[in-house]
DNA sequence: GTCTATACGAGGATAGAC
DNA sequence: GTCTATCCTCGTATAGAC
């Protein structure tokens, strides 16, 4: 199955180019629009007939590229978590590291109020045993999750965060605000700019209601 | 239907007392599996079978108790919210309008916590439009919203919240711990207690993890 | 590797006896 | 108003032609 999606590899270098290029940009297209639904519906609610009709191919050819709706939905998460690492190796290195967290944090909810944040946590859901399954989508969490708790560590010895404060209450506190319904009811209600929502809720994850 | 369960009017007094008790009853019963469920599941994944099965009557007469399923997560957020208002009517008088604000958030959590919150926010689900369909609900949150909004204002007045982050904000802020994923992956770690847990919400709701 | 057509199961809702 | 048995729709997945 094409499920990996590897480059051609280098003892046949371009052997296929053409036809892989080809097949690579349709994948990409699959997963851009199952990225699109799942922030709009969830994973329970996102049907296989809707991807199929909104990428514009059959629905038995979307079973070629991916083996399964779980498979579909682990491929658009694990893209996701590799851009969001590549957000965070692209950061200014003279950032603190508490810029560093509300900048991925502004990331998170920024993408999530453009609608193409494929609602990352949200216990609950069927999907959560598949995702545990997918050694890609792990790979990633894994370097994510220590990457920022690097940053969160240097932050609590640096005083720019609570030294009292466990790092992993910290951490997923980071990691929920890209599924915050906060920003979906500010946003729906209209008085605010998609960038004003983005601030406020940076703002609150970091210093509360209180500072 | 018996759907709205209103108690024997005054007209008729304990004309067919034991045969409403007995209806009042089992419905309770039913409202209080639904919560479970809802808090579990979530509206999507709960199933009509399982509530009927938990319940332990036929599904059928779960029709006959509640029209749709709809109808029955309906009821069963009303009587929450009911339950959420008494708590807030039930406050020492003399705390603090922040203090009531952080005891409202902990009574949120703390039911989260123990798998009896159906749910509250989560944008992303069918329930949402037969949810202000259903007047029982939307009377209930328009005087939970009134008086958290009361609270907030007076906070804000105080000094004991910022003044220059929108009240909207606030509520909404506290909406959404009822249904917050950090209280689930806490619990899922084993490394704390559900009154720690709460504490800890609570406190990087109001002050961050800066304060 | 794309399509049309279809198998199959799950789940919401109902029929009709008691 | 409780039950058993059933209907019907929807959604995942597959068969098989091109």
Not at 67 to 85: I, T, Y
Request: with cysteine.
């Amino acid at each position: 199955m094409a499920q990996t999606s590897l480059a051609s590899n280098s003892a046949t270098p371009k052997k296929h180019s053409f036809k892989q290029q080809q097949l690579l940009f349709r994948e990409a297209a699959i997963l851009d629009t199952v990225n699109q639904l799942l922030s709009q519906k969830g994973f329970d609610l996102m049907t296989m007939d809707e991807v199929a009709a909104n990428v514009g191919i059959a629905k038995a050819s979307l079973y070629k590229h991916f083996v399964s709706k779980e498979a579909l939905a682990a491929a658009s998460m694990a893209r996701l978590l590799e851009h969001a690492l590549d957000v965070m190796a692209n950061l200014p290195e003279d950032d603190s590291s508490l810029d560093k967290l509300k900048a991925i944090v502004r990331w998170s909810v920024s993408t999530h109020l453009q609608g193409t944040m494929p609602l990352l946590p949200s216990t609950r859901s069927t999907i959560q045993s598949a995702l545990q399954n997918h050694a890609p989508y792990m790979d990633c969490l894994g370097r994510l999750v220590e990457q920022l708790g690097a940053w969160i560590q240097q932050a609590q010895s640096s005083g720019e965060l609570s030294a009292d404060l466990p790092g992993e209450v910290m951490l997923y506190t980071i990691f929920a605000r890209s599924c915050d319904p906060v920003a979906d009811f500010l946003k729906q209600g209209g008085a605010f700019t998609d960038q004003e929502i983005t601030e406020m809720i940076v703002r609150t994850t970091f210093q509360g209601m209180m500072g």
